[in-house]
């Protein structure tokens, strides 16, 4: 098929979709008395004809797609409301039977708070007659006449006889609960101390004394000030400062200091000087005063 007949193709397929959906809802509300199931296999057919052609056109393939996904969408709705009317829970169904028959849908009972009385028989020995009142009243209780003798004699009613009497039995109430207990309250902290009560605090550690410098030796001060300008003039030459430290600067020059002094008898101190290129320290023999 030429992309003509593709495109002709689809579009009637989409009119076909479209009237079975209506075909659908007519039967759902009871116009249609069965399924369409004859337009339905006709979708089915050209759904499967049109899925076996190569689609080039990119708008024409992406109409179709679609409508399939549409089309797959309605059929999952249509089934599931085929398989309630099979059922007979369609709702609208069950409403349209509950108002022909004059119906109201079916509720649930109310809850019963209590048991209903139940009755109960008990049968109670009927009491024998008694001569309580034979002192009251003479008249009343006069001896009635005799009978005549043709007339048979009364028989006598059997000791003990019984008679059923009706009690209304009230139920048993229902045990009740007894109440949770209640949680116990937090535990509140325990007061601060008094002022008095807290601790005096630790004395602070004495100072550690200082350590005697023997005479000539070279001061903190200068020793940073050596290294300072130290540093400064080799930036200066661009030469490289990162292998230098303090620690190590001061260490040799304390040491060059002590042999020095040992070995000419007066201090000696160090000045920086730049000599071809490089950057050196220098030692110098202090004045004495």
Known sequence: MDSHEIETLVGELETRVDRLRSLYEQYFMGIERMAPAVPHKDVERRIQVMRKEQIR?????????????????????WQRICRQIEEGTYKRHLLRAHKKFDAA??????????????????????????????????????????????????????????RPVWRKVEPKPAPVAAPAPAPAP????????????????????????????????LSDDRLRALYSQYVQTRRSQNESTAAITYDAMAKSLRE??????????????????????????????????
């Open 57 to 77: 056109n990119t708008a024409v393939r992406f109409r179709f797609q679609m409508i399939l996904q549409r089309y797959n969408t309605y059929q999952t709705h």
């Open 186 to 217: 937090p535990a509140r902290p325990p007061p601060p101390l008094p002022a008095a009560a807290k601790p005096a605090p630790a004395p602070p550690p004495p100072p550690l004394p200082k350590k005697p410098t023997a005479p000539g030796d």
């Open 256 to 289: 060059s200091s002590a042999k020095l002094r040992d070995k000419h008898g007066k201090p000696v101190d160090f000045e920086v000087t730049v000599k071809e290129g490089k950057t050196i320290l220098k030692p110098v023999v202090k004045k004495q005063p």
């Open 105 to 162: 849908p079916s509720e649930p009972p109310p809850p019963i708070s209590a048991p209903p009385a139940s009755i109960e028989v008990v049968f109670e020995p009927e009491p024998e007659p008694t001569d309580d009142f034979a002192e009251l009243d003479p008249i009343i209780n006069a001896p009635a006449p005799a009978a005549p003798a043709a007339s048979a004699p009364a028989a006598p009613k059997p000791p003990g006889a019984v």
